[in-house]
């Protein structure tokens, strides 16, 4: 007997640009021909989470974990690679994160 191992993604793999490969997810996965993995229209489909087994955890206070948007990631991805040399004085104008 064959198993069934299948996800559905967000985007065509095949016709998105390149640089958006990195922000394809699954919205759906099944292993075993069991669904394992629901997002978005296929969230309904999703088993519940296993319970959080470390109560300082954020997810066990907020039920989920957060996921940057795809402007938060880039702004992310732009501040780290101007890397900085943090010293005494001015140490935020020099870190690369955007704070001043």
């Not at 394809?24 to 075993?32: D, R």
């Not at 880039?74 to 101007?82: F, V």
Request: aromatic share 8%; net charge negative; hydrophobic share 45%.
């Amino acid at each position: 007997m064959k198993t069934l191992h299948l996800a559905i993604l967000s985007a065509d793999y095949f016709n998105v640009p390149t640089e958006q490969i990195k922000d394809i997810e699954s919205v759906l996965t099944m292993v075993g021909g069991k669904v394992v993995y629901g997002a978005g229209p296929f969230s309904r489909l999703a088993p519940p989470l296993p319970p959080v087994v470390q109560d300082w955890l954020p997810v066990g206070q907020y039920g989920e974990y957060y996921k940057r948007t795809a402007v938060e990631a880039q702004n992310l991805a732009r501040a780290m690679s101007r890397p900085g040399i943090i010293a005494d004085a001015g140490a935020w104008e020099a870190c690369g994160c955007g704070v001043i």
